[in-house]
C-alpha cells in the first residue's frame, strides 16, 4: 500500500447524505450535496462528494445509508457553568413576584447560594448533579462542552468543581474542556481585598490546578462588581507564566476595556460583550479573539442593551454562542434553543448560528485544529439531522430533529 493510499481495514462510511462541512473555503456553510463520509479510528479520513470517494475507500466494514439527511459538525457549547450545587428556582419565583436582586442577595441569595451549595458537595457529588445538564446537551448533537469553575471561590472548592468537570469525560462520551474561573466574584471574607484574593486564592490555586492537570484555559470576570481590567491582568499573568490560554467575561454590564486587555493577551475568547465598543471588538479580531455571544443571560435578565453585532462583523471578529448555563442568570440547556435566541435577539443569521455552534465555537476553545468542521484528519464529531435543510435548526422552538450523534467516529443513539 502507497503512502498515500488509506486502508479499508475498520474503514466505516456513511453515505447519502447531505453535508453542511462548515468548511471555510467552500459557501458560507461548505455544502456539498450528495456527500459521503469516511472515517477511521475516530478520525475523518475522507469527507466530500460521494462520486469523488476515492477507490481505496470504496469497499468499506459498515455503511450507513443516511436517506439523503443532512450532517453537520458535532456542536459545540463553548461557555458553561454546568458543574455546581443547588439551584435558584426559588429566586426566580422572588423576581417574579417583584423582589429585587439586591434583596436576594441581602437574603443569601444571589450567587452566595451558589457557592455555599457548591462547597457543601464532594466531587461525585458535583457530578452526579452535572450529569443531567451534560445529558440535556448532548442528546441535543453536542459534542463538545466546556465547563467553568468559580462557585467555589476557596482553593480545595475550585479544584473540586474541576475534578467534577474531569470525571464527566470518563463517563459520557464527550470532550470535556475545562476553565478555570477562581477570579468569578470575592467571597465574602475577602471583601474589599481583591488583591489579597487573587495572591492568596486565585493564583496558587491556578497553580495546583495546573500541576494536576484539571485545567485547559483561564477566565475571569472583569466587571465594576467583580474585578477590575488591572485585577485582571494580574491573573493572566499567572496564566500566562503556566503557558496557560486565557479568555474572559467582558463587557456585560458596563465598558472597563475589558475586551481589548483580553486582546492584549491574545485571549481565546471575550465573552457577553453586550457594552463592547467598536475599538474593543477591532483589538478582537486583530488578536484573533472570538466573541462569545451569550443570549440565555440577556433573556434571562432582561437586558435591553445588544451586543453590537455590526461593530464584530465590521471588524471581521469571530462569533460563537453558548449556553452559558449557570443556576442564576442563564438555566439554559438546549443549544438548539440558543440558536434561535441568537437569531431572534441579536439578529445573527443562519451561517452566524451554526459556525457558532461548530467552527468558531471550537476557534473559541482553541481546539479548530481537532473538531467543529466536517473535513480529513479531524475527529470524527458528527451529527446526523431529520431535516429538510439547515435553517430548520434555528427557526423550530423546542424541538429536537437530532436522528444520530457520532462522536470520535462512535455511533450513539440519541
Known amino acids: 500500500m502507497s503512502r498515500n493510499e488509506v486502508s479499508t481495514k475498520g474503514i466505516r462510511l456513511w453515505r447519502n447524505v447531505r453535508l453542511a462541512t462548515l468548511r471555510e473555503e467552500l459557501d458560507p456553510l461548505g455544502v456539498i450535496d450528495n456527500g459521503a463520509v469516511a472515517v477511521r479510528e475516530g478520525r475523518i479520513v475522507y469527507a466530500g462528494a460521494e462520486n469523488e470517494l476515492p477507490s481505496d475507500l470504496s469497499m468499506p466494514d459498515e ?54 451549595a457548591t462547597n457543601a458537595l464532594s466531587v461525585d457529588e458535583l457530578v452526579e448533579s452535572a450529569l443531567p445538564r451534560l445529558d440535556a446537551l448532548l442528546s441535543e448533537g453536542v459534542s463538545t462542552v466546556e465547563v467553568k469553575s468559580g462557585y467555589g471561590l476557596n482553593i480545595d472548592a475550585e479544584l473540586r468543581m474541576l475534578q467534577a468537570a474531569r ?14 474561573l477562581a477570579a ?39 466587571e465594576g462588581l467583580a474585578f477590575s481590567p488591572a485585577e485582571i491582568a494580574r491573573v493572566f499573568d499567572g496564566a ?16 472597563l476595556g475589558g475586551a481589548k486587555l483580553a486582546a492584549s493577551y491574545g485571549a481565546l475568547s471575550a465573552d457577553h460583550l453586550e457594552y463592547l465598543d467598536a475599538e474593543g471588538a477591532n483589538a478582537m479580531a486583530k488578536a484573533g479573539a472570538v466573541a462569545v455571544l451569550l443570549p440565555g443571560a440577556f433573556y434571562t435578565l432582561r437586558e435591553t442593551q445588544l451586543p453590537p453585532v455590526e461593530a464584530l462583523r465590521a471588524a471581521g471578529t469571530r462569533i460563537a454562542i453558548a449556553t452559558d448555563c449557570n443556576p442564576g442568570t442563564s438555566p439554559l440547556t438546549s443549544l438548539l434553543l440558543t440558536m434561535n435566541m441568537s437569531a431572534t435577539l441579536f439578529r445573527l443569521t443562519l451561517e452566524e448560528c451554526l459556525a457558532g455552534v461548530t467552527r468558531e465555537a471550537a476557534r473559541a476553545l482553541g481546539i479548530l485544529s481537532e473538531t467543529g468542521t466536517i473535513e480529513a484528519g479531524k475527529s470524527a464529531d458528527l451529527a446526523t439531522w431529520n431535516i429538510d435543510q ?12 437530532l436522528h444520530e450523534r457520532i462522536f470520535k467516529g462512535e455511533r450513539i443513539s440519541r
Not at 167 to 180: K, W
Not at 187 to 200: L, S
Not at 247 to 255: M, T
Not at 390 to 401: H, S, T
Open 390 to 401: 439547515p435553517a430548520e435548526l434555528i427557526y423550530r422552538i423546542g424541538f429536537n430533529p
Open 167 to 180: 470525571q464527566l469525560e470518563q463517563l459520557r462520551p464527550v470532550r470535556i474542556v475545562t476553565s478555570y
Open 184 to 222: 468569578h466574584v470575592t467571597p465574602p471574607a475577602y471583601k474589599g481585598r481583591n488583591a489579597d484574593y487573587i495572591e492568596e486564592v486565585v493564583l496558587p490555586g491556578l497553580a495546583r490546578a495546573h500541576s494536576e492537570g484539571l485545567v485547559d484555559a483561564v477566565d475571569g470576570f472583569c
Open 63 to 116: 455503511v450507513i445509508d443516511c436517506e439523503g439527511r443532512w450532517m453537520t459538525p458535532a456542536l459545540i457549547d463553548c461557555h458553561t457553568h454546568i458543574v455546581h450545587g443547588g439551584h435558584r428556582a426559588r429566586e426566580f419565583q422572588l423576581r417574579l413576584e417583584g423582589a429585587t436582586y439586591e434583596e436576594i442577595a441581602r437574603a443569601g441569595g444571589g450567587i452566595a447560594s451558589t457557592v455555599n
Open 240 to 255: 500566562k507564566a503556566l503557558g496557560l490560554p486565557v479568555k474572559l467575561h467582558a463587557e456585560q454590564l458596563s465598558d
